[in-house]
């Protein structure tokens, strides 16, 4: 067996998992932010897509900004985070699409401002998880819908035996995850790690 | 007239004054993040509050967490995001609070999760803007049901004319802002900063 990495370290120690395939890691990614240990992780993804010509990171209010913000200040590039709904100081000149959410069982229409996303820009996609992939997928419609190229997706934590990741890969998306989970068991506590 | 600031030169170069007093900065604060840039606002909050004894950063989703994470990066503390619902992961066990928005004309009942905010917390609450005040005294009233203290505020742009600030700065809140608008001028553009 494979040494495991840091993410998966930290996952072993401070995540919790929940019955209905949830998997709780709010004590440092998405609700209290342990931004060292991010940082860390931005440093990875750096690595991960330095042969990529990136101009630009996407991800998505509110768990993806944390991560991105902390991938991008070692990249030298901004974020653009996609909204989840039209606020009243928004332009209405936006791509907008809808994805389905595993986690709080609704559709959101999201949106990014055009004037922020454009054929010129080479986008890395970056977010905390990724379980069935729709949000991967949103992401990647409005980057098209720009006409935007998109270089690869960085996932912190993603859901392997939900499947999402391997359709995004047979498709031939630059998909890296940190973690992937293989199995996991609410009842035992236990989690196995793809190699 | 002292020199500009580098928030205030920004908010000059890239800011657009909206009808109904509203300023936005999207291409660099709260949808696209200038990340080298905010990172540098992040250098200044830590000198800002350099004689405070911070633990912890709190802020509110979304537009917060860009900030306050390039805040956290240089103070080496985590960040703890106040969120707008709760989600079906989200623990029953939460201090909650209710935040009117100013620019969505609505009243958001926000959470923090009672594992991650507590009486040995020292907090420096950060927030890209402040208008009325509602959002920083939602974070500050959930600060108090924790027993935490409230080593100060840090603002990226106050809306100085809307007097929320003022409110709090006589209450004796340890409020620093790097950019207070004193008025501003849709017709004419012109935005005009308190020194």
Known sequence: MAELNLLQKKILADGVIKSGDVLKVDSFLNHQIDVPFLSELG???KRLF???????ILTIEASGIGVACLTAVH????VLFAKKSAGSN???????????SF???NVNRVIVSKKYLNAADHVLIID?????GCAIEGL?????QAGATVEGVGICIEKGFQGGGDALR???VNLKSLAIIEKMDAGTGTIVFRE
């Open 170 to 172: 047979k498709k031939g």
């Open 75 to 78: 990249m030298g590039v901004p």
């Open 128 to 132: 905390d998880f990724l379980a069935n």
């Open 50 to 56: 330095a042969n990529r010509p990136v101009n630009k």
């Open 43 to 45: 440093r990875q993804f």
């Open 90 to 100: 928004m332009d209405a000149d936006v791509y907008a699409t809808e994805i389905k």
């Open 103 to 105: 986690t709080h069982h």
């Open 140 to 144: 990647m419609d409005l980057a098209g």
